[in-house]
T-cell receptor, first 118, second 115 residues
Framework: GAVVSQHPSWVICKSGTSVKIECRSL??????MFWYRQFPKQSLMLMAT?????????EQGVEKDKFLINHASLTLSTLTVTSAHPEDSSFYIC??????????????FGPGTRLTVL | AQSVAQPEDQVNVAEGNPLTVKCTYS??????LFWYVQYPNRGLQFLLK??????LVKGSYGFEAEFNKSQTSFHLKKPSALVSDSALYFC?????????????FGAGTRLTVKP
């Protein structure tokens, strides 16, 4: 199968601090990973597309300097929420696309990270 | 640009009864269609997808979905619902371009199966 992990699963931080969330594809290499944000009882909102070895592509309205994305290897992408504020509190979900030859060409999702900013 | 509509916010069914969660889509060309399920405080789990071939797609946990091109629909179905099927279900569509990574999700439908 295709497994995507996220760490941490939940984090509580003080306003003004930065938080890093890791997303790993465990059994396949992902040249492209995605970061989503989900508010309570709402759908997923795509924040950015993370490309290995190059800059991330951000969706309109998402602050690049606020949400730093690094895709340093084919199995790891990180999202850093800088100078977090209470309005950044949300459920963040990463996803990786399995584009292996003979694979499913399907996006697989991590378990999510619940961020609470006090 | 592609889009997905899930017309029902909530679906309630009794355990043992068949269930249907509706999805309609809009995309240029032949779509790639997906269903995912989300349990509380969890990420999305892949259920099934349609790319090409047989219009009836079978997926995980006994779910299936039928691709209907004329009605631009991809409804999720299960012959006999279980209480454990209670969750949030998302339909998604992606346009069939080789390097297209743009997947669009519906708003989600909360399924409640009552014993």
């Amino acid at each position: 199968g295709a497994v995507v992990s996220q760490h941490p699963s939940w984090v509580i931080c003080k306003s003004g601090t930065s938080v890093k969330i890791e997303c790993r594809s465990l059994d396949f290499q992902a040249t492209t990973m995605f970061w989503y944000r989900q508010f309570p009882k709402q759908s997923l909102m795509l924040m950015a597309t993370s490309n290995e070895g190059s800059k991330a592509t951000y969706e309109q309205g998402v602050e690049k300097d606020k949400f730093l994305i690094n895709h340093a290897s084919l199995t790891l992408s990180t999202l850093t929420v800088t100078s977090a504020h209470p309005e950044d509190s949300s459920f963040y979900i990463c996803s990786a696309r399995d584009r292996r030859v003979g694979g499913t060409d399907t996006q697989y999702f991590g378990p999510g990270t619940r961020l609470t900013v006090l | 640009a592609q889009s997905v509509a899930q017309p029902e916010d909530q679906v309630n069914v009794a355990e043992g009864n068949p269930l249907t969660v509706k999805c309609t889509y809009s995309v240029s060309g032949n779509p790639y269609l997906f269903w995912y399920v989300q349990y509380p405080n969890r990420g999305l789990q892949f259920l099934l997808k349609y790319i090409t071939g047989d219009n009836l797609v079978k997926g995980s946990y006994g779910f299936e979905a039928e691709f209907n091109k004329s009605q631009t629909s991809f409804h999720l179905k299960k012959p006999s619902a279980l209480v454990s099927d209670s969750a949030l279900y998302f339909c998604a569509v992606r346009a069939p371009l080789a390097n297209n990574n743009d997947m669009r999700f519906g708003a989600g439908t909360r399924l409640t199966v009552k014993p």
